[in-house]
Each structure stands twice: as structure tokens, then as C-alpha cells.
């Protein structure tokens, strides 16, 4: 059982789920905190709920970094892991990260159970939520904020460090999941395969 294989059938179950739900989003291999690491799939609806896959192919060497950065801007965290990494990744990631279990049915097909269930995440970064918003978008919350004075010829940096001090996190979440879906021709083939066109 490959990435590839747990990735398919993954999808194939979160498009399922959210066939007749407009709201949602899907989509694969999403850079986080400008690139630093890359979630294997992430849900955008009322939540960004990141999905972090570990075949029997993978090693965990990387999963404490990544669990780092995605604790600091995720919303929800799930662990879709191979039985032989479910213990000792477990050991690795926070307790709020769900655990799907991977497996493989007598007729060949790729099943997963439910280890945890995932929580909220505790403790968000706004500043490395604010890095979510491309710039022009992050400026543009600002503007609605009537906080972009001085700020509009700022590098980027300075704009998520003003975002970050006057905007609270409820407010930047939901912009956040807002821009994601109104990014046009961005994950395109993620978008048409959840909207059936």
C-alpha cells in the first residue's frame, strides 16, 4: 500500500462525503507558511481540516516538523497512517490530530478506521494564518479593517504583521476559508471534481 493508493482512496471517500456540499473544497498538496511543508490534502469549509498521509512506504522522520507548522494554521489536523506507523506516530503528533488507519480489504480495496477522532486545534499562529492570504488579499482585509494606511507599499511581511494586530483570529479564519474558494483557476481540477462540472 503506496501514497499514491491511500491518496485515491482517501479522496475518493472526502468527495463523497461532500458531494452535495457547495461550501467545500478539496484540495491536494496545499503549501503551508510560504512553502515550508505541503499537506497532502486539505478541506476547506467551515474549518481547514488538513489531511497528512503515511504509507508503509514512508518513513516518519519529517512528521514532527510538519506537525509545527500545520499546528500553527490548521484548523483540524487527520493522521491517515499505515497500521504499521499508527503507534508510533501517535506518539509523535498532538493529541487534537485525528488517526485514520489504512488498510487493505480482502477484495483488495483501501478501507480506513477511525483511531481519534480530531478536535479543534488549541493554540492557532495568527500570524501564520495571516501568511495563508496571498498579499494583495491580505491587504484587502486590512482595507476592510481600515488598518492599510502606510501599509499598501509594505513588503509582505509587514502587512501579515499589521493583519496579525488588528484582526482577530474568528475574523482571519473565516477570510482565510473565503479566499480559498474564491481563488479563481487555482486547484482547478480539485474544484471541478467537487462541483461535478
Avoid at 474549518?47 to 494554521?73: C, M, P, T, W
Amino acid at each position: 500500500m503506496n501514497d499514491y493508493q491511500i491518496r485515491i482512496a482517501l479522496k475518493h471517500d472526502l468527495f463523497v462525503r461532500y458531494l452535495r456540499d457547495p461550501e467545500t473544497l478539496i484540495l491536494s498538496e496545499v503549501g503551508l507558511r510560504h512553502g515550508t511543508a505541503r499537506i497532502d490534502l486539505l478541506v476547506v469549509n467551515s474549518l481547514l481540516h488538513g489531511f497528512e498521509l503515511k504509507s508503509d512506504r514512508d518513513r516518519l522522520v519529517r512528521l514532527r516538523d510538519q506537525a509545527r507548522i500545520y499546528n500553527s494554521v490548521l484548523d483540524r489536523v487527520t493522521l491517515v497512517v499505515a497500521h504499521r506507523h499508527a503507534s508510533k506516530a501517535m506518539q509523535i503528533i498532538p493529541e487534537w490530530w485525528g488517526v485514520k488507519v489504512a488498510g487493505i480489504s480482502q477484495r483488495g480495496t483501501i478501507h480506513f478506521s477511525d483511531a481519534r477522532r480530531p478536535h479543534n486545534n488549541p493554540s492557532p499562529d495568527i500570524l501564520a494564518v495571516a501568511k495563508l492570504l496571498w498579499r494583495d488579499e491580505a491587504l484587502a482585509l486590512l482595507d476592510d479593517l481600515g488598518a492599510a494606511n502606510g501599509f499598501r507599499s509594505k513588503p509582505r511581511a509587514r502587512i501579515y504583521a499589521r493583519l496579525a494586530e488588528v484582526a482577530d483570529l474568528d475574523l482571519l479564519h473565516a477570510r482565510v476559508r473565503r479566499q480559498f474558494r474564491c481563488r479563481k483557476d487555482w486547484r482547478s481540477d480539485e474544484r471541478r471534481m467537487l462541483s461535478g462540472d
